[in-house]
Each structure stands twice: as structure tokens, then as C-alpha cells.
């Protein structure tokens, strides 16, 4: 098993960077300058000024040399600077990512939360009110769009009933906790503060929510088909035969046959959650990760994009093989 | 029969289950009844659809929707099972009846250790201490004959062959000490060897432990060396019930009559016409008014068709459910056997195929990065020389490499070494494009009808690919007088060249293929198990017609089979398989008669016939991994001596026409 992990981190290593090197060459090609995207109109209109911009920025070089200066820093944890916050990239993401990581984590167990149960009572009572609840729900995550149950989630939640607090991570007035992790909820907990804790869960509701709302269709509509599908097995009528408790049979028999499936989706859930939270945040004005990217993107900010490919690219590897450990976990026939 | 004053374990009573479907109420089970004393043994046989499974499903409560139990009663030492609340079911399920399923390899949890699975329902049921559950369960599991029963308990289920896990589920069936166990199928999925190690078993428990025990099956000789008494299903009726043997000699349903009739003996003449039934079962929507038979019965009367007849007794301790037999006359013996003329071939003759030292090894995927390659042996040396007009039958267990050594002579895969001729060609190590032209003179027939029709063409174009691929044909019409040609061969109806393969059933499904590996007139037909997912009835019909087209067309058949007795109906000669390797070979009604190789004695002693010798094989073939030395049968073989691990036997003469891998041939006797 080591061995085999070894080898599987390896290969993520070479796949980050060969996913680099594309976004470097699709970067490259499209046709838009970061440097004209940078400047006023009338800097612009300088030939001189905007060629020294383009020496001072590296854009001057051939293309290898460029992808072989970007190689040179990471080797040394460099991923440069970003053209649009003139700050090193990695501050850049390592300011950002906290936000989105604990969003995203809350809005993944929220997905598994409730959609297993979820699916699984949809699959054990077919056909009956439950189901069609579940259908109807998964339906409804799957194919509201994001943007728009963000705005009614807030209209309702916080304009008319005030129930829920509005956008940002925390009340505007309120200190942000002091911590180690960048995340909200830990850091309050450690320090003990309280009040800031339920400030910030107060805060994610919302953003969760909506985040999730897609994930936990997919979750339950998954998690009741592979239901099905191992409830209607041999081993399940046989243990019916033993005269088990329904529980049991469902729980114990079926479910571990049933997670496959789930843990795959799963797992790209949560890589898909981290790095696709931008619409999200813009509009509850998550300070994360999301909009960052989309103002790289719109800047057409070369380095900040690099860094930012890299960072979920790694992420989306690691997830994958966490998954790929799980099936040993789950099924000993995948056991070597 | 049963003691006065016992109460009987179970009391089936006027049993209808019907599927609700939106066309209707499908009457699966309609009006079963009978009874089974503490210790009995019942079996029931019928072919597909004949209500026996769901009739197991309904006493156990089982059913799934849309099945549903609409009438009658069935009763547990006088509770009434049908009344029992959810927990009071719960509590009797798995405690004080067991049922055991058709196929171990899906009835066990992959996930779960085999020792949790065979102790959770007596700790569930408070019949042990966890501690002493665990005690028992590796004790049952040494009874049930798994080898190292500690470790077994310890390990997953796909750690084990379907034999070892029947042995398991066996277990678990009898943890709890029931009175009543249900077996369905329990032997269908295994080999002969290891189905007469499994039925030995239930015998014991019957024996040991008085466990009344009702056995399920379409094999009345399955249920014939474990149960004295039979009910024979049709149309989700019983129509015959008596003593086992009583119905194996004198059948008096002419249902029980065909079923009988219909299974190849192992001492029948070679070339056997078997008796076979056209047409199927009736519509379970809507039953006939008269008897459900009347439609296939060769002995029926006018008032067979007017009147439906009860369940009655035409002899002491029998009933039957016909108007023919009701005075207690018997049937007929089936009509004598045609005997088919038995042809010797040519023997100057060039053999049309000839096989010299093939072998065969799969590598599979290197352990680990820089580990050692395992290799699969799957064939390991055979010779094969088939006359032309000749029959020729491999047989052997599961994984003795016959499959593959059908693929092997009909070039659909390259040999690993030795040399192949066809027609006196050297195609040893032809290219795909060099066998194209000699495609059409190999038929190929396979196992699986159904997977081997493609789902979206009709028959008539399955019919027309070839002649139109080979060049005989350049349109579809021009095609079509030779596909009706074909269908009109094999017995199918011009109409039905229309239709699409899941419109036909299991049988005019074999059919379609037959007619298709015959399409282009070839020299050999290499039929992989043919008829060994078929009802008995229908095997029968496919048999016949398999006998038909040798003798019409001067066919030579390369037949694959593990049913020792289809091979014997069947073949000329006949080769024995074990591990990759021919251990015996010789003219079919010889080889059966008087097998020489200790192998060939176990496997034909094995055969579930009444009044059988039986010899019972212990352990399993070994992996196919590793080759052992010497003789590969060795571990298993109960006359092997210390040479036998040593040096190998070679397949050399035994007499005429015989041979046999063996250093002490003929030495052993059932």
C-alpha cells in the first residue's frame, strides 16, 4: 500500500504540472494583452511605455523561457507575482483560500448530510410520499441556478424574515477571530470566543446552503439508485431470510455496498465545491478563493491564473486519490 | 410416511401467490398444497416458470412486490405463518426454518467477514453469546467441510470458490438449528463434482439433525439423491406427488413423464432420440379451463381439454393431476430410442482438425512494480484429432480449460505453442485476415443464446450478416431466400424472420444461433455448452436437432459440455479435461462404461442418477496458477501412489481406440 501511494503522488506531481503547462499554453494564445488589460487608455497609447511594461512583467521572452522561469520559482515555492495586486501569488492564495475551504467543507457535509439519508429513504420506501419528496428535492438542488437561489435564499431569509444575517463572513463591526488556520469557525473555537463563532456559523448558513444545493441533488439521486441496487441483491434477501431487522438488513448489508458510487461523487463534489464557489461568493461577498479567480481571470492576470491552476489542480489529485483509498476501505475485494 | 400424532412441520395449504402486472394478475402459484412431517424431505421440480421458486419465496414470506400471496394458508407445526406480525416473522425466519439460494457467489455480502455473517442471526435471535456464536460458527464451518475453518471465518467471501461458499451459506442455513430448511437450486451453479459433495452434505443434515429439508430443483436427479418424495410443478400447479423413485420409474403426469424422459441417461445408446415436448407452458394471465398440459400432452383425450382434473390418488401414497392416469394405469414407456447409425469414420483419412501439443497461459498483471508476472495455465498440452463427420466432446469442471481450447481451435485466439491444422493447413499462427477465408467452414455456437444476439437486429438479419460479410449474398434480398432456408432447417418459422431476439424464448433462441453458425455451410461446428442454460425440455429439442443436422449435413462437432450424459447422447468420442490437460480420451460409450482414469470414475459416479455408485471427490482442482508436479489429479485422486507426485503421466494407449493419463489405469472402481 505505501508503494502504492508513492507511486499515485508521483504521478499527481507530474498531472499538476502538465495541467499547468496547458492553462500556461491556452493562456499564452488567447488573443487580449494583461498588459493593455492593466493600463489606463492613455499609458496604452505610449508603444514605449507599454514595451517596458512588458519587459518589466517577463512578457517579452519566448514562450519556454517564460514556462521555464515559472517552473524555476516553484521549485523554490515561488509562483510569482500577481500583475493585478502586485503581491506574490501564494500570499494572494493563502489570504483567499481559508474563506473558500470553509464554506466549501461546510456546504459538502451538509451535501453528505443530508443526502444520503436522503437517498437511502428514498431507495427503502420506492414509490411511496418519500420518495417523491427526495425526487422533488434532488430535482429542485439540481436544477435551480445558483445565482438566482442565491438571491432568493437572501431576499427571504434575510430582507423579509431576517432570520439570517447578510452577506460577508462576519458582521461587518465585528473583530475577525485571530487564528493559525484562517478559518472562522476553528480559530473562534480555539480561542474559546464564542460569540465570533456563532457569528461566523450564522454567516455560512446561507452560503452553505446554496453552495450545496446541487451537490445534495446529485448526492441523493446517487445514493438511492445504488440503494436500489444492493437492496435488490442475493446477499440482502439472505439476510432477510436470517430474520434481521429491517435496520440492520439496510444499514449493516446493504449500505457498504451501496457507497462506491457515492464516494466517487463525492469526492469530485468537494474538489468541484472548492473550486467552483465563484458564483457563490460573489454574490454573498465571500472573501475567497471564487473571486479571486474571477478577477485574475478578467485581469488576465498570467501569473495569479498559474498559481491559482496549480492550487486545484493539486487539490482536485489529492481528493482523487483519497477516493481511490476509500474503495480499498470500503470493498475488500479491491484489497491487494 | 408420517407417525400418527406428530404434528407435521409444515402444512401448505391451497397456496396462491400471483405477480401483479398491468396486464393482470400472473398466477405464478396457484392452489399448492401439501404437507411435510418432522424430518422429511420433499423435493419439487418443474422447469422455468413453473412457480417452484416463488412457492419457496411465499413460505418464507420472501415475496417481493409486485408478488403477492392472495389465498391459502401455510402453517409452521400448526402457527400460521401468513398471520405471523413483522416481528413475530422476524423471529421465526432464520431461527426455526432456513432457506439456502441458488447461487452462492451473490448470496454471501462482500463486504462483510464470513464469520459475521454466519454468527449475526444467533446472536440476533439470542441463541448464543457472541462468544459462543464465534465458537460455533467456525465449529459448522468445519462440519459444512471448509478447509481451515478458523482462517475461513476470518476472511471475505471472494476469497472463495463457489463450492467453499455453498458450504457457507449451508452454515449459516443450519446455525440455528432449524427444523425446516429450504434449498433452492443449491447446486445449480456448480460443478458435478462439487454438487454430489453438496447434496452429501444436506443428506447429513438430514440424517444427523432430523432437519426436514425441501429441496428445490429442475434436476429430478438432484432431488432424487436427497429427497423420498417429489412434487412435480406445471403452471403453478403440482400435478404429480409420490415417492422419488416411484416417479423416476413410472412417471403418471405425462408432464413428469416428458421430464424424465427428456434428461440424456448415462447408459443410454449414443445417437439417442430423447423424448421432447413442443410448444410451452400456457399463459399464467389466463389458464386454459381444461388441464394446463393439454396443449403438449401426447396422451391427451377429449376431455382433457373440457375439464380442469383435481389433484388425485391413482396409487397408495401417490397423486396425479390427469384425467389419462386417474385409474391408476401407468404410462408408456417412452417411444423405443432411433438409434442413429453409428458411422466410423474413414480412419485413412486426414483428420479435419488436428491439434499437436497446444498450449495456452494468460499472463495477468505483474504484482507490484518490479514483482513476478502470475500466469494463468489454461491449457497445457493437449493433442485433439477430429474426423471429418466425427463428434467429438470435451468435458470437465469449470476451469479445466475446454472453453479455451474452443477458442483456441477456432483461431479466435492464438495458441501459446504446439500446432494447429485445419483441413491440413498449418493455421498455427495465421493472421485474422489469413483465417478470413476460412471462417465460414467453423460454426461457433455458444452458452448464452441471448448475449450472443445482437438486441437491435432481427433474426433474419442476424441470419443475412454473414452471407452478405462472406460475399454468398449482395443484398439483403438476395439473402433472404437462404435465411428462410436456415429457419425451415432448424425448425423455426419462416414469419418470425421479423422478429427481434427477445421476442423468442430460451430454446428458438438457441435455434437462431444454430441456424447462424450453419449459415455458410460449414465443415465443424464448435459448440461451447450449448444446452447448458436451457430448460430440460428444451435441451431435448436442441439436441435432437443438433442429432438431426450431424446426420442431414455430415456436420463434425467439436461439442463442449460439462454434462457428462448430454456429451454421452451426443458424441463419438469423448475427451476428459482436468487442469489444461486431456487425462482420458476414447469412444464415447466405452469411455462412460468402463472409465480408466480415477477422474473420469469420480465424475461419471457423480452424476446425480438413482441407484448410482457414488464416488465422492474431495477438495477442488488447484489453481491454475501454479502447476503441480507429477500428475496434476494427484491431491485429489484416492488411488495415488508416491510416483504419482513425481512423474507425469502421459496420455498414452490403453487398448483400442483408449487412452489415459494415468500410472495405474483401470485400477480404480466406484
Redesign the interface.
Known amino acids: 500500500m505505501p ?1 502504492y501511494i508513492a ?1 499515485r503522488l508521483l504521478s499527481a506531481v507530474a498531472m499538476a504540472l502538465l495541467a499547468s503547462l496547458v492553462v500556461f499554453l491556452i493562456s499564452a494564445l488567447v488573443p487580449g494583452d494583461p498588459v493593455l488589460a492593466q493600463m489606463g487608455d492613455i499609458a496604452a497609447s505610449n508603444p514605449r511605455t507599454v514595451l517596458e511594461w512588458r519587459a518589466k512583467w517577463g512578457l517579452d521572452l519566448p514562450l519556454w523561457e517564460r514556462y521555464g522561469i515559472f517552473l524555476q520559482g516553484l521549485a523554490h515555492g515561488d509562483l510569482g507575482i500577481s500583475i493585478a495586486t502586485r503581491r506574490p501569488v501564494l500570499d494572494d492564495i493563502v489570504q483567499y483560500a481559508p474563506a473558500t475551504v470553509e464554506l466549501a467543507t461546510i456546504a459538502f457535509l451538509l451535501a453528505i448530510g443530508v443526502g444520503i439519508p436522503l437517498g437511502i429513504a428514498a431507495a427503502v420506501w420506492r414509490d411511496t410520499w418519500v420518495d417523491s419528496l427526495a425526487r422533488a428535492l434532488s430535482l429542485l438542488g439540481v436544477s435551480a441556478p445558483t445565482f438566482w437561489l442565491a438571491f432568493i435564499m437572501l431576499a427571504i431569509f434575510y430582507g423579509w424574515l431576517g432570520w439570517a444575517p447578510g452577506p460577508g463572513r462576519m458582521d461587518p463591526i465585528a473583530f475577525p477571530p485571530e487564528g493559525p488556520t484562517g478559518l472562522f469557525l476553528l480559530d473562534s473555537a480555539l480561542a474559546g470566543d464564542w460569540e465570533a463563532w456563532w457569528d461566523a456559523a450564522a454567516h455560512l448558513v446561507l452560503p452553505a446552503v446554496v453552495l450545496a444545493a446541487a451537490t445534495i441533488g446529485l448526492i441523493t439521486r446517487t445514493t438511492r439508485a445504488a440503494m436500489l441496487d444492493a437492496l435488490g ?3 440482502v ?9 429491517g435496520r ?1 438488513v439496510v444499514l ?2 446493504a449500505l ?2 451501496a457507497l462506491v458510487p457515492v464516494v466517487t461523487l463525492g469526492g469530485l463534489a468537494y474538489a468541484n465545491l472548492l473550486a467552483g464557489a465563484v458564483m457563490t461568493e460573489t454574490v454573498f461577498s465571500w472573501p475567497g478563493l471564487g473571486r479571486y479567480t474571477f478577477r485574475s481571470a478578467a485581469a488576465l492576470d498570467f501569473p495569479a491564473i498559474m498559481g491559482i491552476t496549480l492550487v486545484v489542480s493539486a487539490t482536485y489529485l489529492m481528493v482523487n486519490l483519497l477516493v481511490d483509498l476509500s474503495y480499498a476501505a ?4 479491491v484489497r491487494r | 410416511m408420517r407417525k400418527p400424532g406428530t404434528v407435521p412441520v409444515l402444512e401448505v395449504e391451497d397456496l396462491q401467490t400471483v405477480f401483479l402486472t398491468d396486464a393482470g394478475a400472473v398466477r405464478a402459484v396457484d392452489g399448492v398444497s401439501f404437507t411435510v412431517g418432522p424430518g422429511e424431505t420433499l423435493g419439487i421440480v418443474g422447469e422455468s416458470g413453473s412457480g417452484k421458486s416463488v412457492t419457496a419465496l411465499s413460505l418464507m414470506r420472501l415475496l417481493e412486490e409486485p408478488a403477492r400471496i392472495i389465498g391459502g394458508s401455510v402453517r409452521f407445526q400448526g402457527r400460521d405463518v401468513l398471520a405471523m406480525s413483522g416481528e413475530e416473522l422476524r423471529g421465526w425466519r432464520g431461527d426455526r426454518a432456513a432457506m439456502v439460494f441458488q447461487d452462492p457467489m451473490t448470496g454471501l455480502n462482500p463486504v462483510i467477514r464470513i464469520l459475521r455473517q454466519v454468527t449475526e442471526h444467533m446472536v440476533s435471535h439470542g441463541r448464543q453469546t457472541p462468544a459462543k456464536a464465534k465458537l460455533r460458527a467456525v465449529d459448522l464451518l468445519r462440519r459444512m467441510g471448509v478447509a481451515a475453518p478458523e482462517r475461513a471465518a476470518a476472511s471475505f467471501p471472494h476469497q472463495f470458490s463457489g463450492g467453499m461458499r455453498q458450504r457457507v451459506m449451508l452454515a449459516i442455513g443450519v446455525a440455528n438449528d432449524p427444523l425446516l430448511l429450504i434449498a433452492d437450486e443449491p447446486t445449480t451453479a456448480l460443478d458435478v463434482t462439487i454438487q454430489a459433495q453438496i447434496l452429501d452434505l444436506m443428506r447429513g443434515l438430514n440424517q444427523e439433525f432430523g432437519t426436514a429439508i425441501v429441496l428445490i430443483s429442475h434436476d429430478l436427479g438432484v432431488i432424487g439423491t436427497v429427497c423420498r418424495r417429489v412434487a412435480v410443478m406445471y403452471a403453478g400447479e403440482i400435478v404429480e406427488e409420490a415417492e422419488t423413485a416411484a416417479v423416476l420409474t413410472d412417471p403418471r403426469h405425462p408432464y413428469a413423464w416428458a421430464l424424465v424422459n427428456a434428461v440424456p441417461r448415462l447408459d443410454s445408446p449414443a445417437g439417442t432420440r430423447l423424448v421432447s415436448i413442443e410448444g410451452g407452458p400456457p399463459s399464467a394471465l389466463d389458464p386454459p379451463p381444461g388441464c394446463r398440459f393439454v396443449a403438449r400432452c401426447p396422451f391427451r383425450i377429449s376431455r382433457c381439454g373440457a375439464e380442469h382434473p383435481p389433484l388425485m390418488e391413482v396409487a397408495p401414497g401417490r397423486r396425479a393431476r390427469c384425467w389419462v392416469t386417474m385409474d391408476g394405469s401407468p404410462l408408456p414407456p417412452p417411444p423405443v430410442a432411433a438409434e442413429a447409425a453409428f458411422r466410423t469414420p474413414a480412419q485413412e483419412e486426414r483428420p479435419l482438425l488436428e491439434g499437436k501439443d497446444l498450449v495456452k497461459h494468460f499472463p495477468l498483471g505483474r504484482i507490484g512494480l518490479f514483482g513476478p508476472v502470475p500466469v494463468v495455465h489454461a491449457v497445457n498440452g493437449v493433442d485433439l484429432r477430429l474426423r471429418r463427420g466425427e463428434a467429438l466432446g470435451i468435458v470437465g469442471e469449470s476451469g479445466c480449460g475446454k472453453s479455451t481450447l474452443a477458442r483456441l481451435v477456432t483461431r479466435l485466439q492464438a495458441p501459446t505453442s504446439g500446432t494447429l491444422e485445419f483441413d491440413g493447413q498449418d493455421i498455427t499462427n495465421f493472421s485474422a485476415a489469413e483465417m478470413r477465408p476460412l471462417r465460414p467452414r467453423m460454426g461457433m455456437v455458444f452458452q448464452d443464446p441471448y448475449a450472443s444476439l445482437n438486441p437491435r437486429m432481427t433474426v433474419g438479419d442476424a441470419l443475412a450478416e454473414p452471407l452478405l460479410a462472406h460475399g454468398r449474398a449482395r443484398t439483403r434480398a438476395e439473402a433472404r431466400g437462404r435465411v428462410l432456408d436456415l429457419m425451415a432447417t432448424v425448425g423455426l418459422k419462416p414469419e418470425w424472420a421479423q422478429r427481434f431476439p427477445h421476442e423468442f424464448s430460451g430454446g428458438q433462441r438457441q435455434r437462431v444461433s444454430i441456424a447462424r453458425s450453419l449459415a455458410l455451410e460449414p465443415d465443424l461446428v464448435v459448440a461451447d455448452e450449448p444446452v447448458s442454460a436451457l430448460d430440460v425440455n428444451v435441451q431435448a429439442q436442441v439436441l435432437n436437432l443438433m442429432l438431426d443436422l450431424r446426420e442431414r449435413l455430415g456436420l463434425s462437432y467439436l461439442f463442449i459440455a460439462h454434462d457428462l450424459a448430454v456429451v454421452r447422447a451426443f458424441c463419438d468420442r469423448v475427451a476428459v479435461m482436468y487442469l489444461g490437460r486431456i487425462v482420458e480420451e476414447g469412444p464415447a460409450h466405452e469411455l462412460f462404461a468402463r472409465p480408466l482414469h480415477p477422474y473420469t470414475v469420480a465424475l461419471t459416479s457423480a452424476v446425480p442418477e438413482p441407484g448410482r455408485e457414488r464416488v465422492i471427490l474431495a477438495g477442488e482442482p488447484p489453481s491454475t496458477l501454479s502447476l503441480p508436479t507429477g500428475c496434476a489429479f494427484r491431491a485429489r485422486c484416492p488411488i495415488a501412489q508416491p510416483v504419482c507426485a513425481e512423474v507425469r503421466p502421459p496420455l498414452s494407449d490403453v487398448g483400442p481406440g483408449r487412452r489415459a493419463a494415468c500410472h495405474f489405469p483401470g485400477t480404480f472402481h466406484a
Open positions: 508503494r507511486t441483491q442475493d446477499f434477501r439472505v439476510a432477510r431470510a436470517k430474520g434481521l431487522r440492520v449493516r448489508h457498504p455496498n470500503l470493498d475488500p475485494r
